[in-house]
């Protein structure tokens, strides 16, 4: 996982800016065949830089160029650059690039479409570039190269630095349906399940709300286009880890509390309804267009995915859980069978099923992916039975893989094959529970089954992952919530609630506070913050809508003020749960 946890890294720490492939569209301002020259004095937007390319060839070049994120992908052309009208007064071009990611740019000869030269090149957010063609010595071969003519701007590592400190500031947790009200019935329970419970819904609860208000305009805190990882990656399947966790515990307290297994299994079918009914009709993302309407109604979403993970997996654990076992695995073995025939569904609807004029097996982006050769297989197989199933217009219509890939068509991230991997994902969760409550008096067990199960975990991920970003045999994706995504995350996760138990329980380095005090009004934050988005105190009309600073600084304000609200809530004890 190598290439994998590397690109993560450099997600993270945002050192450096470059072109991104997600605005081929907004590349030019003008037509790319004129020639400008007065860009120069042109006020660049966010994550934007000038690009000059001077010619001093006597025929005219054709500029590509393709994003190093985008595995596989055609050139695009960025412009044309006529000749040089005499030695030494050269042909020039301005064009306004992207500062995303790394590029190649490729010049070619329009007269026979040779190539003249490429240039890889890191372009900086309002940069000056200066790209120079010259034919040394009247060779065949063109010198290209990049000259800096204004420093960019760098301000990704103060101000990501700044977002960061957010990880602290809220008290918040219980969601997905699982009620922390009847996990406190669990008698002797160790602090450091709280702990994580609390640190890790708190980062991810933080950074969703965080994420979703904008993340102030960064790259990085967008999902990835495709394969890889992104920080906004990393927050959906740790709700769904935990909420498997909350589920052992709470199921468990209950059960010993009096409640029937009917009892239980009516409130797990409720619970799961009234969370798809809200991500349906009161954070449906169509609502941005207008009216809801059957038409254009968006059925996947993620408290749907939520619903449906929680009530396969409670109600696997409440139908199967013994109630005297010699080890934990015996426990729920029969769940455990029911989970790994869903993964045998997955791997063979995704790597078996046809897909018309799509490779069987393809888990590409599509687009301009895979050389374009399957503009229109976006997704494989998940992608096909999405539309098969709900329809087009039931889906997601914009797809991240549209920022680097160019798709066309709709392809929803919460669609029903990725469904089956977030019961896996929830199941990981129960796992990590059902330790907790049959080794509750013995750390040392706690600890090394939790490595055990994070190395194993990792070692998947490898093996599936080939150590790479893009050729492995199922890359990290969670686009596709694929299996190597679920493997990734829960090593992540156990490996977290490793270094909790440690810290808090074993040597006693920390209490817990404030996270061993749960949050009680997480849903309402989530559903609160998506209803209220473009409401004051959250949003309003910004001086320059250009600037990171403003964004970021807009962004925080409306995550702080849900900080703010949940703990008011939480002194007043009004809570909102499900």
């Not at 490729?106 to 034919?135: A, D, M, R």
């Amino acid at each position: 996982m190598g290439g994998i946890f590397h690109g993560l890294v450099q997600h993270v720490t945002a050192a450096s800016a470059a072109i991104s492939a997600a605005a081929a569209a907004h590349m030019l301002s003008s037509p790319p065949d004129v020639a400008l020259h007065h860009r120069k004095h042109l006020a660049l937007k966010m994550d934007e830089a000038l690009l000059t390319v001077s010619n001093e060839l006597n025929s005219s070049v054709l500029v590509s160029w393709k994003s190093e994120r985008c595995y596989q992908c055609l050139y695009q052309q960025l412009g044309k650059v006529d000749g040089a009208s005499s030695p030494g007064q050269p042909s020039t071009a301005s064009f306004t690039v992207k500062t995303q990611h790394a590029v190649t740019l490729q010049l070619n000869n329009t007269s026979n479409n040779n190539e003249l030269c490429n240039v890889q090149f890191h372009f900086g957010e309002h940069g000056n570039y200066s790209l120079w063609i010259k034919n040394p010595n009247g060779s065949a071969q063109a010198n290209c190269s990049v000259v800096t003519d204004a420093v960019p701007v760098n301000s990704y590592i103060r101000e990501f630095s700044t977002s960061l400190n957010l990880d602290r500031m809220i008290n918040v947790k219980s969601f997905g349906g699982c009620d922390v009200h009847e996990m406190f019935l669990l008698t002797a329970i160790l602090v450091a399940f709280f702990v994580f419970v609390g640190l890790a819904l708190i980062i991810a609860l933080v950074i969703m709300v965080f994420v979703n208000y904008g993340g102030g305009r960064y790259w990085f805190f967008r999902h990835e286009s495709w394969n890889g990882l992104t920080v906004a990656d990393l927050v959906f399947p740790w709700f769904v880890f935990i909420m498997g966790t909350s589920i052992a515990l709470s199921i468990n307290s209950l059960l010993r509390a009096g409640l029937t297994r009917g009892s239980l299994l009516r409130k797990i079918v409720w619970r799961s309804l009234q969370l798809f009914l809200i991500g349906v009709f009161i954070i449906n993302p169509n609502y941005c267009q207008g009216a809801l309407s059957w038409e254009n109604l968006r059925i996947p979403g993620v408290l749907q995915r939520l619903a449906f993970s929680y009530l396969v997996v409670a109600s696997l654990d409440l139908m199967v859980q013994h109630k005297c076992c010699v080890k934990e695995s015996f426990c729920f073995i029969g769940s455990w069978v029911v989970v790994l025939l869903l993964e045998v569904l997955w791997l063979s609807l995704t790597f078996l099923l046809p897909v018309p004029d799509c490779p069987t097996g393809y888990l590409g982006p599509g687009g301009i992916g895979d050389m374009g050769l399957y503009s229109n297989c976006t997704g494989g197989a998940a992608g096909f039975l999405d539309r098969w199933l709900l329809g087009e217009k039931h889906i997601y219509q914009t797809p991240s893989s549209r920022v680097l890939y160019l798709t066309q068509i709709p392809y929803d991230p919460e669609g029903v094959l990725g469904s089956i991997n977030s019961v896996l994902m929830a199941f990981l969760g129960l796992q990590a529970g059902k330790i907790i409550l049959h080794y509750r008096d013995l750390p040392t067990s706690i600890m090394s089954r939790f490595l055990i199960w994070g190395l194993f975990m990792g070692v998947i991920s490898a093996v599936l992952t080939r150590c790479s970003t893009d050729q492995g045999f199922i890359p990290v994706n969670k686009n596709l919530w694929s299996l190597s995504y679920v493997t990734t995350l829960a090593c992540f996760a156990f490996v977290l609630l490793v270094l909790v138990y440690y810290t808090v329980d074993v040597k006693k380095w920390w209490s817990g506070s404030p996270f061993y005090y749960p949050g009680m009004n997480s849903i309402l934050v989530y559903v609160g913050h998506e209803v209220f988005e473009d409401y004051f105190p959250f949003r309003w009309r910004m001086v320059d809508s250009q600037s990171h600073t403003e964004h970021l600084i807009q962004n925080l304000f409306a995550t702080c003020c849900w900080i703010f609200i949940s703990y008011i809530l939480y002194r007043k004890k009004i809570f909102w749960k499900i």
